[in-house]
């Protein structure tokens, strides 16, 4: 008989790691504003944005197959969200410098940020799987 295949991609996976990735990040422009940053510095950017690595593996590890691309394109979507709560979250909160600065041209590069970080945590747990697997044989 026919066996029905499940679908490569972990839908539910993808988006449970999205809104993890932009539950930090509203968690850290959140202790940004808290804290009254004025600016944040790319190497402060590039830092605070290596904990989506997290999300990624937790992505992947939930993906039976393709975990980096798991961790890739949940780092993507979620980068995607947060950047149009940004936007939204400027008509909100207009006056902080932190979220202008987050705004516009710096869009496409969280947007590239996601996919690396996704990508990188995708990476992490493909070798946390391998070396489970090699512990069983």
């Given at each position: 008989?026919?066996?029905?295949?499940?679908?490569?991609?972990?839908?539910?996976?993808?988006?449970?790691?999205?809104?993890?990735?932009?539950?930090?990040?509203?968690?850290?422009?959140?202790?940004?504003?808290?804290?009254?940053?004025?600016?944040?510095?790319?190497?402060?950017?590039?830092?605070?944005?290596?904990?989506?690595?997290?999300?990624?593996?937790?992505?992947?590890?939930?993906?039976?197959?393709?975990?980096?691309?798991?961790?890739?394109?949940?780092?993507?979507?979620?980068?995607?969200?947060?950047?149009?709560?940004?936007?939204?979250?400027?008509?909100l909160?207009?006056?902080?410098?932190?979220?202008?600065?987050?705004?516009?041209?710096?869009?496409?590069?969280?947007?590239?940020?996601g996919?690396?970080?996704?990508?990188?945590?995708?990476?992490?747990?493909?070798?946390?799987?391998?070396?489970?697997?090699?512990?069983?044989?």
């Open positions: 008989m026919n066996a029905v295949q499940p679908p490569f991609m972990n839908y539910r996976a993808l988006w449970q790691g999205a809104i993890i990735l932009v539950v930090f990040s509203l968690g850290m422009i959140g202790l940004a504003l808290l804290f009254d940053i004025q600016k944040a510095t790319a190497p402060q950017l590039l830092t605070l944005s290596a904990l989506w690595i997290a999300p990624g593996v937790f992505t992947a590890l939930k993906a039976v197959d393709g975990r980096l691309l798991h961790g890739m394109v949940m780092g993507v979507i979620g980068a995607l969200l947060l950047s149009l709560l940004i936007q939204l979250m400027l008509y909160i207009p006056y902080p410098n932190v979220l202008q600065q987050l705004a516009g041209d710096k869009s496409l590069m969280i947007l590239i940020l996919g690396l970080w996704g990508a990188t945590g995708g990476i992490f747990a493909e070798i946390v799987y391998l070396r489970r697997r090699k512990k069983r044989q």
